[in-house]
């Protein structure tokens, strides 16, 4: 029973019983009770008896009546300490001065724990967490009580832990926050133990443990928050000795000067500078909302002597809208928004040597209005002095990055042969697509899309994929250099073919339609070539091998939900692939590497970094604490020998004991 | 001791040993220390007494042996109690190197029991050089 309130029940007939309460005692020597008898009350103390008499049974109800709240000593009416009653109760049945039962209750009650007091002003001290640990008694929930169990509790008198001495909790939780550590001399679980290990083990008491302290001392770091700014363009700085080429061209203000041009990722951009001695021929596509114009037109450009020459500009209009204009949206007839732009440019830059002579530009213009994509044309020539067509390279007989690859066709009469790859235009349909030269250097992979009906042969479409990928080789041989002449067939290397598997007989297509195996529908065309010798400190290229194989699909009639569509999509790849050989051979070692050893430590027994080990960290074959206690024995030794062996010593030791 | 020579012998030799393994003692405990810092971590200003004692216990240490061994060959007494005065201050301070540390290791403990050796030795040789110079 807990609490002030304890029932019992009293068997039998109760008509005629009386029920009493008294207090007893306990002999002081002997420890026994007095029992009592029956001449007590319902009442006894602080005590209350109450029966409720029933048929069979009484239901018999003893109760305290005081207070059981916690005060200050000398208070009236409420417990002075916390083992607030102590006492032994005896309940008697009585019938005529005869015991029937007789109940022994010894209670011990404590007072109530509800906090009535005042709240101390003091805060608690905190520790510092890295050496204190914060609950040096986990186990002490409850504040101004004990706690079962817990026998690093404060408040737990010695009586009471005796109760739960055996039974107290295990490890940090029971307040054991200082396990004891390795470095201990009584510690006995270590598999390594250092040499040192009789003379520097730590003898003393657990309070001070070394590892509550190895908190991380990070140092912060304030963000560096990007600067997001546009770095101011930088002039390269040695304008006025001439351009050499792929060097970008630059205007009176030393800008770039840009052209739009179609960037490596595909889209056109804007503002990119034009490398000297490279032509291109670029289409991007804008509309009204977006269209920008270049450059002014009277802006100068830097001849590469120092001085500036003027665009020669000459206007024309397009009269052929169709070429440059689709229209995407439906048109109103009504007021529409319409603009003169510039349709295309053609840059033609007349070159000497170095330096820039003329530079002439026709500029078409027309109109453009909302609604329409227009795709710009931009082109650009370099055009020498001397010949007006051709550009050719002074000096450089091997092939540069980006020229055409040399192509010919020794079976036919002419010998004259191209290799090249698809330009798809418009829709990217085959039918439409046109072809543009392999270029040196630049992997590239493009394609095209044929149309293909459900009731398609498949032979048929394999010889008809064939034939447009053969389309684009209409070369037998291809040049080793840029200037390899079509009468020396040393100057060429003939183009290895492998091709497709074809085989007559449908074998495994059978009676299904709408599916091919073994459709060609990939040229890959792969161009080995190496870096033989330089030309003027340029290193020149010169094409090894070319192989043209093809890679195989399965082509398989994409429906809709029923069928409907009647043509599906082949796409027909041709990928070129550029294969440097050999691999770059490593930098030869000076000879000053090879012969001054001393530095190296891997050809080396000892190296000076590995000697001046404790100094130095390199070497790694002795720990760092030992190696550094020696060095610093040692040190101590000379300098202790230094120092007794000057006579100034001798003679100060000698004053001071005598 | 012969009656011309009150002087004790082996307090002299006692105190010239002393002070070599004083100056051994200083380096070793320095340098303990040292370790100490490196290898476990110092609770806040626990770090400071424990060198400051040191280096305490280094400055007392002078004045003890050189008003001993002055005394001692003065044959005069003032000196030889002003030192076993201050010897009862190393007592002490070589008792907190010995107990009271943060991080006692078994170097230390071996060093300063030898140290406390020597000072009880030194201690009862000096008592009774006293008792030979008052008599």
């Known amino acids: 029973m807990s609490g002030p309130r304890v029932n019992s029940f009293f068997l039998g007939n109760s008509s005629g019983v ?170 006995q679980s270590m598999e390594y133990i250092p040499d040192w290990f009789p003379f520097l083990c730590v003898q003393s008491s657990l309070n001070n443990t070394p590892f509550l302290g190895y908190f991380y001392h990070g140092s912060t770091s304030i963000p560096r928050v990007p600067p997001f700014k546009i770095p101011l363009q930088t002039s390269p700085g040695r304008l006025f000795t001439g351009y050499r080429q792929g060097d970008p061209i630059m205007t009176e203000e030393n800008e770039y000067f840009t052209i739009p041009q179609q960037s490596t990722a595909g889209q056109c951009v804007g503002n990119a500078p034009v490398a000297y001695l490279q032509n291109f021929d670029v289409k991007c596509l804008t509309n009204l909302a977006s269209y920008k114009e270049g450059l002014p037109r009277d802006v100068r450009i830097n001849s590469g002597t120092g001085d500036f020459i003027q665009q020669n500009v000459i206007y024309r209009t397009i009269t052929d809208m169709g070429k440059f204009i689709t229209e995407s949206e439906s048109l109103h007839t009504a007021e529409v928004l319409c603009q003169n732009v510039t349709f295309a440019e053609d840059y033609a830059f007349i070159w000497k040597d170095k330096n820039i002579e003329q530079i002439n530009v ?33 000096g450089n007989p091997g092939y540069q990055v980006g020229k055409p690859v040399k192509a010919a066709n020794m079976n036919a009469s002419d010998t004259f042969g191209s290799l090249n790859i698809w330009q798809p235009a418009g829709r990217g349909l085959c039918t439409l697509a046109t072809s543009t030269p392999v270029l040196f250097g630049l992997d590239s992979f493009s394609g095209c899309i044929l149309e293909v009906g459900i009731d398609e042969d498949c032979s048929l479409l394999r010889g008809n994929v064939t034939e447009k990928l053969n389309s684009l080789i209409q070369a037998t041989h291809v040049g080793k250099r840029d200037n390899s002449s079509y009468s020396d067939l040393n100057d060429w290397v003939e183009i290895i073919r492998l091709d497709p598997f074809n085989s007559d007989t449908n074998v495994s297509s059978g009676n299904l339609k709408g599916i091919c195996p073994d ?126 062996s000057n006579p100034w010593f001798s003679k100060l030791w000698n004053s001071s004991l005598v | ?116 050796f020597t000072y009880g030795l030194e201690s009862v040789l000096k008592v009774v050089a006293i008792a030979a110079f008052v008599s």
Not at chain 1, 372 to 386: C, D, G, H, N, P
Not at chain 1, 573 to 600: G, H, L
Not at chain 2, 29 to 55: C, G, H, N, Q, R
């Open chain 1, 519 to 644: 459709i060609p529908a990939n040229l890959n065309i792969r161009i080995i070539f190496a870096d033989v010798g330089a030309v003027q400190g340029i290193p020149q290229q010169q094409i090894l091998a070319v192989q043209i194989s093809y890679s195989t699909v399965i082509w398989q009639f994409q429906c809709g939900l029923l069928c409907e569509n009647s043509t599906s999509f082949l796409p027909i790849t041709a990928s070129v692939q550029f294969i440097k050989v050999p691999a770059q051979p490593p930098i030869p070692m000076t000879r000053f590497q090879i012969n001054y050893t001393e530095f190296d430590c891997n050809r080396n027994d000892v190296c000076w970094p590995q000697l001046f080990y404790p100094l130095t960290r390199f070497y790694t074959g002795e720990p760092y604490s030992q190696c550094l206690a020696k060095g610093l024995l040692l040190a101590f030794l000379v300098l202790l020998a230094a120092i007794m």
């Open chain 1, 362 to 394: 026709t500029v078409f213009l027309g109109i453009l209005c909302d609604g329409e994509i227009l795709a710009q044309r931009f082109t650009v020539k370099f055009q020498s002095l001397k010949s007006t067509n051709v550009t050719v390279l002074f």
């Open chain 2, 1 to 116: 001791n012969n009656s011309y020579q009150l002087s004790s012998v082996p307090l002299q030799i006692l105190f010239y040993v002393n002070g070599i393994y004083y100056i051994f003692y200083f380096l070793a405990t320095l340098a303990m220390i040292v370790y100490k810092s490196e290898v476990f971590s110092y609770p806040d200003d626990f770090l400071a007494p424990d060198l400051a004692l040191l280096f305490i216990m280094a400055i007392l240490e002078v004045p003890r042996l050189h008003l001993g061994s002055k005394g001692n060959l003065t044959e005069e007494e003032a000196p030889l109690g002003l030192s076993l005065v201050i010897t009862v201050g190393s007592v002490i301070l070589s008792v907190y190197f010995l107990v009271w540390q943060t991080y006692v290791l078994k170097a230390d403990i071996i060093l300063n029991a030898l140290l406390l």
């Open chain 1, 18 to 187: 009386n029920f009493s309460i008294i207090l007893s005692s306990v002999d002081e020597e002997t420890g026994k009770l007095q029992l009592a008898n029956c001449s007590g009350s319902k009442r006894a103390g602080d005590w209350n008896l109450n029966v409720t008499p029933g048929m069979n049974t009484s239901k018999v109800t003893i109760s305290l009546t005081r207070n059981l709240q916690l005060c200050l000593p000398n208070a009236t009416d409420c417990c002075t300490t916390p083992l607030c009653v102590v006492e032994i109760l005896q309940v008697l049945a009585c019938r005529d001065s005869v015991i029937l039962a007789h109940l022994l209750i010894q209670a011990e009650i404590y007072a109530n724990s509800s906090f009535t007091g005042n709240v101390s002003e003091n805060a608690t001290i905190i520790p510092n967490q890295v050496f204190h640990p914060l609950g040096s008694c986990p186990c002490d929930l409850t504040g101004g009580a004990c706690d079962v169990r817990c026998c690093c509790d404060l408040e737990c008198t010695p009586d009471l832990k005796q109760l739960f001495n055996e039974s107290c909790f295990t490890g940090v939780f029971g307040g054991d926050v200082n396990p004891p550590f390795d470095q201990l001399c009584s510690s």
